[in-house]
Each structure stands twice: as C-alpha cells, then as structure tokens.
C-alpha cells in the first residue's frame, strides 16, 4: 500500500497542501488542556482547504503527535476563515492510471480520519465555514461537533459528481441521524442541482451538537468544549431507528435515483447500498466497501465526465468566453422590468435581492400590475417563513419592488429588462416605448428566448444598447443566463450584461444572435425528434422512454409540460422559419396547442387521455433504441453547424449551458462528451468535439 500511496502522491505533485497546524489551547473553566487543529492550506477563502495525500498525511501528523498524550483532556478541529475544509483535492484524480491507487487514496483518507473516533480523548469539530465531501467526513469521525450560523453550505456532493462519500459518510452520517434524513444529504440534496446546506439547515437535522454565532465562534465552542469535558454538558442525541424505519429510506431512495436515472450513473445506487447496508456493517466492514466503492468510481468514465462538468461550472463558468473587459459596464442603481407576469415577478425578485437597488415594474392594467407586485411581495414572505431573510429585509425589499402604470418610471433607471409576449413586434413597441424615457446611457435587455436581438433593436436611435438577457425557469434555481449579442451591440453594453449576471450570481455564456440561441435550440431540436416519432406511428409513452438512458432530469413531455405546449409550438415554428430542413413543426402538438391543453400529463403521471386522443400520428412506429440514436444523431449535426457558425466560442460552452440552463446529468458531462463517448460524433461528423481533450473523454 505504501507504494500506492507514493505513486499517488506523485500524481498529485500540484497539490496545494492543507497543513494541519497544532497548539495547545487552555479551556476555560479549569477544564484543562487540549489540542487544537487549524486546517489552512496557506491561501485566503477563495482557494478553500482541500485533502489530497500531503494534507491527509499532515493531518494524520498533528493527530499522531497527540495521542497518547497524558496531559490533554481534548483535542479539537477547525478551519481557517470562512472555510473548514471541502473535500478531497480532485485536481490529481484524472491522473490516477489504476484502481490500486485509486484504493489507496480511500484507505488512506480511512486509516487518518477514523482516528478522531479513536483516541483516548473526546475529540471535536468546530465547523466555521464552509464544509464539503471529506470536510463534513472528518466532523462526522469526531466524537461531538459545533456548527456556526454562518456556515452558508454544507454538503456531501459526491454522488452529484460520480463518487460516493468515501471516507466514512455513508456509515457514519446514517447512524448518528438516521437513514431518512442522511439519504437527503447524501442522495436527494445532490441530485436536486447539488443542494446545499446552511449551518442551521444542518444543525436542525442533528449533524451538530451545538450552534453558535459567526462573530465568535471558535471562543463560544471551546467553552462548549470545557463544559463538555467537565461533564457539565452532556450531548443527547435521539436514538437511531435500525428496523423498518431504515428500511423505507433506502427503499424510497432507491425509487428516487431509479427516477432521476434510470440506471445511467453508477454512483448515487452505489451509494444508496452503501447506506443500506450501514444498519448492519461494522466500523472496519462499512469502511472497507466504501474503498471499494470508491477505488470502482474513480476509474469510471461517468467521473471522468463529472470532472469535466465540474471544471465547467467551477472555472469556465467564472470566466466567461468572449466577455469585454469589465471596466467597461455601466453601474447599475435601477432597475426596469417592463411587464408583470410571472416571468417578469421572478426577474424583479432577482434584481432586487442580489442588486439592492429599486425595481420598477410596468403593465397595461391596475389589476396586472397589483398582481405582479403581490406575487413579489408574496416570494419574500416565503423566504422570511424559512427564516432567508429577517424582517427588516422583508421590509428593505419588498419596499425595492414597486409598481407604475406608465414607462415614465424608467427615466432614471440605468438597466431595463422586457419580460413580455414573445411577439417580435410587441418586443419592438415596447422597447420604442422605452428609449423614449430612457437615458442615452441606460441598457435594455430582452428575456427573449428564442427571438433576433438584431432585428428587435432595428427601429431605435441606439441599437448598439440593446442585448440579449435570456433566464431559465424557474429563474431562482436554473443558473444559465445566455447573454446575446446582436449585430449592433456594443461592448458597452455587453459588459453592462456580464457584470449584472456576476452580481444576479448567474452562469452567463456569450451567444451569437442565431435563432433559439443554444439550450433552447438544442432542446427544441430533441423534442422534435421524440414527437417526430410520435407523427410516425410510435406510442408517445415509448417515445417519451426512449431517452431514459441519458438520466436526464425529466423526459421530453415533462419538459414539455414544463415549458408549456404553446412556447414549445412558438419555438419550433422560429426555427423551422429560419432552418426548416432540420426543424419540423409538430402537427399533433400543434392541435395540443389548439385545444388548449397546457398539460400533458394527468395527476397520476399517466399521459392525460384527452391528449393522449390528439398525440395519434401514422403507421410506422420506432423502437425506443431507434428514437435514442436518431435524437442522437441529430444533436451531434446541429452542434457541430453551431460551432461552425460560431453561436459559442467552444463545445464546452454548450455542456456548461446544457447543464446550468436544462439540468444535463453531470455524469454525461454534458452533451459533447457523451456524444464522442458513444461515437456517435465520429459517425456524424467524422470527427469527435473533443479530439486530444484528455479532460473530456
């Protein structure tokens, strides 16, 4: 194993090593001496601690250099400012070139971790930030764990990337909370767009045994600490329910990941079993089926496509191809959304509460507008009921949100968004309305999704102002904003987009101003070829199945459902407008739209029988695996004219809005390396999108 570990080590050459630094702290109270472990990799909060061999091997130090030690009654954990630790250091892991590394990177993580269980002294986690995968593992091995109020996340993250907590979580977390709820943090939290935990959130569910202020933390813990050791606290923790209770956790768990995935990524299963057979395993058994479980993982190709993924969202998303330099934006003081449906209540809460600035909204009626700013209004009461906000910042913004009749509103607004009928020429009349109370100065930005940029600005004085700010709904969850540039947008502008989306803390990726622009095209794109083959002949639940292998967060007819059959219908004729030979308009979905039908399924799941009458095409019906390769096949085309045409700078671009803007599984990568894995590039383009990308296959 010591072999393994050095080959290992030699991997992560480029590790930024987390060093364990000891000292001996006297706690209050007369309480004694104990030892306390700052974790600090040597870098502020924006590069968070992470454990790759050094740093498990420098822990493993300070945790050896303490024990057996007769004059210390505690030994205790913490992290630098903000951040305890996030889990291991993945920057070595592509590197890994077999599973006897891979295993010795679990072991390892083990044999360091377990020791916080097993000294001779109670042993204590003070976590003060941010806490992830390996960080959350080394508080669970401690024999007691305080949490700040401050903590803004915490989680185990791994089945969202390919892996499962592997060193310790999946036994440990069950058997100090219980099944049900350890399954939500290590299941259904990841694969609900990687969820996180507060440090209430966390402290509620029982992770910690106590919670105090950010402001003195540490301070508040060790006297916590003292009367722990004294014996003047003493921690209850409900008992854990081994019987049936554990039994229907895993059972729904594994319904759960069913669901979502159909069996297209190994990892949350895997990590399901893992917990199920918690109940049971010992320490040592539990332990080492996690290292095989992980030695397995690591050398998948559904983690290497995590990675992948993750390297997106983490670094690209942070950098923006293509995006002017930031000097350029314009400071943004107010905001206008012309509009006061739901789409337009949504952007209003947004700009209000990541801006802090006054929002106007505008509608043709009293009553739209009332409704507009309730629902507002509404939203924030939801975030004060969950304890988001405090009453004075209810107070702050729903004072921000406000309504107005006439566009006169706008005159000192620096930043005005239309958020209404996706009529070109209704877009037209209203930004017209607009620049004439405007500023010179001030930016207008369209939620078009699927309209020209160009031709909406074409009829006013300043086109060059005028850009594409396309969000996802619903706008609080899906992070992609597709920021469009037309034909006379200036840099101006554009860095005007980019800087509000870093504040809105939005994954913006420049798009050219093509029709549809990238998710919505490309979806469009997949759903025409389901209901392609439901026009041909195929039942639309076999239709709708055929994807199930991609492990894509809802099939085609929820997404449907989801986006409504009239938008899809619009967006299908723009695009059979402009590209009709790749881009059919479906005539059983047109009749959906024409009898009024905005679901598509029933209460029980089933499809709706009433539309299930009007989804009726020919005679010649697909087989499922046919409906997959030609949906396949038609991605793999479109994306490639894409690149060519240079709608985004790189492939990785359509993964990162794939996956921020329609929920793309991280365990594909995204499309394109899923797509090259499966060759189905080669067969349509003869080449793959990431030839030499050793990153991305």
Not at 507 to 518: G, I, N
Not at 521 to 535: D, K, N, Q, Y
Not at 608 to 627: C, F, Q, R, T, Y
Request: aromatic share 6%; with cysteine; proline share 5%.
């Amino acid at each position: 194993m010591s072999t393994a570990i050095d080959e290992a080590r030699e991997l992560f050459k480029d590790e930024v090593v987390t060093k364990a630094i000891s000292r001996d702290i006297e706690l209050p109270y007369g309480a004694g001496t104990a030892v306390l472990i700052t974790l600090d990799n040597g870098h502020d909060h924006t590069r968070p601690n992470t454990f790759g061999p050094g740093g498990l091997l420098s822990l493993d130090a300070a945790i050896e250099a303490a024990r057996g030690r007769k004059d210390i009654v505690a030994l205790a954990v913490t992290g630098k400012p903000f951040i305890f630790a996030v889990g291991a250091d993945l920057s070595g892991v592509p590197a890994l070139q077999n599973r006897d590394q891979a295993l010795a990177i679990g072991k390892l993580g083990h044999d360091v971790f377990r020791k916080l269980g097993e000294l001779d002294v109670p042993t204590f986690a003070l976590v003060n930030g941010a806490a992830m995968g390996g960080g959350v593992e080394v508080a669970l091995h401690c024999t007691y764990r305080t949490i700040s109020s401050g903590v803004p996340a915490l989680a185990l993250p791994e089945t969202f990337l390919g892996l499962v907590p592997g060193w310790g979580g999946t036994y440990l977390l069950p058997n100090l909370i219980g099944a049900e709820k350890a399954l939500k943090v290590i299941i259904e939290n990841p694969l609900a767009q990687n969820k996180m935990l507060k440090g209430a959130q966390a402290f509620e569910l029982g992770i910690a045994d106590a919670m105090f202020e950010p402001a003195d933390f540490v301070e508040e813990s060790l006297r916590w600490v003292a009367k722990v050791v004294k014996g003047d606290v003493t921690v209850e923790r409900p008992e854990v329910d081994k019987g049936e209770a554990w039994d229907n956790a895993v059972n729904m768990a594994r319904f759960v990941v069913e669901g979502k995935l159909h069996g297209a990524a190994p990892a949350p299963a895997r990590a399901v079993e893992l917990v199920a057979e918690a109940r049971t395993r010992t320490r040592d058994e539990a332990f080492a089926a996690e290292d095989e479980a992980l030695a397995d993982l690591i050398m998948s190709p559904e983690l290497k496509a995590g990675l992948y993924a993750f390297d997106l969202v983490q670094k690209r998303a942070k950098r923006p191809a293509g995006a002017p330099d930031k000097s350029l934006a314009r400071k943004v003081t107010k905001v206008g959304v012309v509009g006061a449906g739901l789409m337009a209540g949504q952007l209003a809460l947004l700009f209000a509460r990541r801006l802090d600035v006054p929002v106007v909204m505008t509608d043709l009626d009293q009553d739209r507008l009332d409704k507009g700013v309730a629902y507002v209004h509404g939203e924030v009461d939801k975030l004060l009921k969950k304890g988001r906000v405090n009453q004075d910042k209810a107070n702050h913004l729903k004072a921000l949100v406000t309504g107005s009749l006439t566009k006169d509103a706008f005159a000192d607004a620096d930043f005005v968004i239309e958020a209404v009928f996706e009529r070109m020429e209704v877009k037209q009349q209203v930004f017209a309305e607009v620049e004439a109370v405007v500023s010179p100065e001030a930016i207008l930005a369209t939620n078009t999704s699927s309209l020209s940029i160009t031709e909406m600005a074409s009829k006013l004085e300043h086109p060059e102002r005028v850009v594409g700010f396309h969000f996802f709904n619903p706008v609080a969850v899906l992070p992609l904003l597709e920021i469009v540039r037309g034909e006379k947008t200036d840099e101006v502008a554009l860095a005007t987009a980019f800087a509000t989306a870093k504040k809105l803390k939005k994954t913006a990726v420049l798009c050219k101003d093509a029709p549809a622009f990238v998710v919505n095209r490309l979806l469009t794109l997949f759903m025409g070829e389901v209901l392609g083959a439901v026009s041909e002949g195929t039942e639309p639940e076999t239709a709708d199945r055929a994807v199930a292998p991609l492990g894509l967060p809802m099939s085609p007819l929820m997404l449907l459902q989801l986006v409504g059959p009239a938008v899809a219908l619009h967006v299908s004729e723009t695009l059979h407008e402009a590209f009709p030979e790749r881009f059919a308009v479906s005539p059983e979905l047109a009749e959906v739209v024409k009898a009024g039908k905005t679901a598509i399924f029933a209460p029980d799941f089933s499809i709706d029988p009433e539309v299930k009458k009007l989804l009726v095409g020919g005679d010649e019906p697909s087989a499922e695996s046919e409906i997959l390769d030609r949906a396949l096949r038609a991605l793999a085309k479109e994306i490639r004219i894409m690149l060519d045409e240079g709608v985004v700078a790189e492939a990785a671009d359509i993964d990162l809005c794939l996956i921020t803007g329609a929920g793309w599984p991280f365990h594909t990568g995204g499309i394109t390396p899923y797509l090259d894995k499966v060759g189905v590039s080669e067969a349509v383009n003869g080449k793959p999108f990431h030839e030499g990308d050793p990153k991305a296959v």
